[in-house]
């Protein structure tokens, strides 16, 4: 089945990624206003099929040296049909993130998708530091 991806912030339907997100691994419980904010503090992509959206990304970047991609969610519905890989491969391949040098993600289940991408574990692991609020600290803690 086929799904077109669009950057247009005005077809992101925001409460239906918020759900996708606040039911997620990596930021369950989020409120709607922080899912809000950090659409609009980075380059979103939305994946969807007959006018409804099955699928969202986002990029943090710099647009010239560094990104990060985010909130990679794809609807249960329609897993398993490219559309994670599609949209973190249209950050990839974007003109406006062409020649940076970085691009990180970090995923717990998906590390064959992104693979085929050209994503690898990081070369230098002794060179990486995060400061954390005790809230994600405890939200790792307790992921498994």
């Known amino acids: ?62 647009r010239a040296t560094f990104a990060w991609i985010a909130d990679v969610f794809v609807d249960d519905r329609t897993r398993g049909q490219g559309i994670g890989r599609a949209m973190v491969g249209w950050f990839v391949d974007h003109p406006d993130l062409a020649g940076i040098r970085r691009i990180g993600l970090v995923t717990a289940d998906a590390h064959g998708v992104y693979a085929k991408l050209g994503f690898q574990p990081l070369l230098r692991p002794d060179r990486y530091m995060e400061r954390l609020s005790a809230e994600a600290t405890a939200m790792l803690e307790a992921m498994p």
């Open 1 to 62: 089945m086929t799904f077109d991806l669009s950057d247009d912030r005005n077809r992101l339907d925001i409460a239906r990624i918020h759900g996708w997100l606040a039911s997620s691994y990596w930021s369950p419980g989020i409120e709607r206003e922080r899912v809000e904010r950090a659409i609009a503090g980075s380059q979103p992509i939305g994946a969807y099929r007959d006018g409804v959206q099955i699928g969202f990304a986002r990029a943090i970047t710099d």
